[in-house]
């Protein structure tokens, strides 16, 4: 009897933990829903959610898993909705470039390009699939950084509305090369003079606010991690793709890797930054209240995800 009731305590004591956290997320990611059946519905997916996340970190804490999992703005998402949002378009629809890198010196033992402000504040693409253009944005402003000694941050609004043509459909996916071609074309208008909106809507770029104009984009030799690693070393920042899986929905620190994700199914755009002896840092567009800062160290050595199988990174 007595057992009885001592679990009928811990059951209530868990599911008030569980409220509790549901309603500083709800305040945290300003999250309000259009019914009371949806209420329901986001709260039973966040307590399922919120259980897989504290069993991955009882596993962190007995030195299991490398990883922390967390709860942030995915967490009234169920899995099938998380791979719904990330869209990048296929490796099939890459145009490739005529220049693939060649490692003509020797990069250095780690690099992170962070420290010489050669990189942007994090942004969020919010529940827009335009994970593409903000790789893309990414490398043209570190590059422009390295270069030019400028660090402005570049309109992804601007790839959104206006590269249709080049095969980027917007919030439903693109892709980084396809990005690159139309900066070459065009130029790319800075993001306080075309802000993002999180909706595709018409074109409004004007010709005479351009900011930056790219002349092409060097691939990285596909699958070629050493590559990668030495074009991030000597170049700058590296667009990547990677097969961001559910694994990487509640990512919130330490040393990221995942036995499932794919190499090939690549659905996610990011940009590679700097590298120690064991990981890649990679800055993603999920807001800097995701991950480390806004970023995820990924295992070295690995081609963890794909992250070498469609490298590129833009030339000025
Ligand atoms: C484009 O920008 C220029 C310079 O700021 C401005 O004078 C012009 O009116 C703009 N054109 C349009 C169509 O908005």
Redo the contacts with the bound molecule.
Sequence with gaps: MKIIILFACLAVAVSANTQEQWKSFKQTHQKSYRSLIEERLRYKIFSDNLEKIEQHNAEFEQGLITYKQGVNQFADWTEEEFIAFLKLNGPAQKAKSDEVFEAIKSAPLKQDWRLSGAVTPVKDQGSCGSCWSFSATGALESQNQIKNGKLVSLSEQNLIDCSGSYGNEGCNGGLMTSAFEYVQDHGIMAEAAYPYEEVQRKC?F????VVLKSSGYVDIKENSETDLINAIGTVGPVSVAIDATSKLQFYSSGLFTDKTCSKYALNHGVLAVGYGSDNIVVKNSWGSSWGENGYVRFTRGKNLCGIAAMATYPKL
Excluded at 206 to 209: D, G, L
Aim: glycine share 0%; charged share 60%; hydrophobic share 0%.
């Design positions: 409004r004007n010709k005479s606010k």
